[in-house]
């Protein structure tokens, strides 16, 4: 099993940047895709932008063209640089790894916070 831990949550202007981490722990190699979910209050949990073993990315309608996933393989850690953020970015943001056998792990999140 793999242990996920997002790190880099926090208060934002409009208009600021972030960068999350997701460091990777565990039976690693088996990660098929990793992927970064948002729940804000009272919404549905949202797929954010994933990234696949051979590197290909994809993202969510409201994040493309601002966030960006990436990974080091060296450090076990994978990436979403957060730029020209919104009020409506506000959420906990969880990362997501899915592994050869599809079985998931998640990390416990950490909030970010956009003010206007």
């Known amino acids: 099993q793999v242990q996920l831990v997002e790190s880099g949550g926090g208060l934002v202007q409009a208009g600021g940047s972030l960068r999350l981490s997701c460091a990777a722990s565990?039976?690693?190699?088996?990660?098929?895709?990793m992927c970064w979910y948002r729940q804000a209050p009272g919404k549905q949990r949202e797929l954010v932008a994933r990234i696949f073993h051979a590197g290909r990315t994809d993202y969510g309608e409201s994040v493309k063209g601002r966030f960006t996933v990436s990974r080091d393989n060296a450090k076990k850690t994978v990436y979403l640089q957060m730029n020209s953020l919104k009020a409506e970015d506000t959420a906990i943001y969880y990362c997501?790894?899915?592994?050869?056998?599809?079985?998931?792990?998640w990390g416990q999140g950490t909030q970010v916070t956009v003010s206007s």
């Open positions: 565990g039976s690693i190699f088996s990660i098929n895709v």
């Open positions: 997501n790894g899915i592994d050869v056998f599809n079985r998931e792990s």
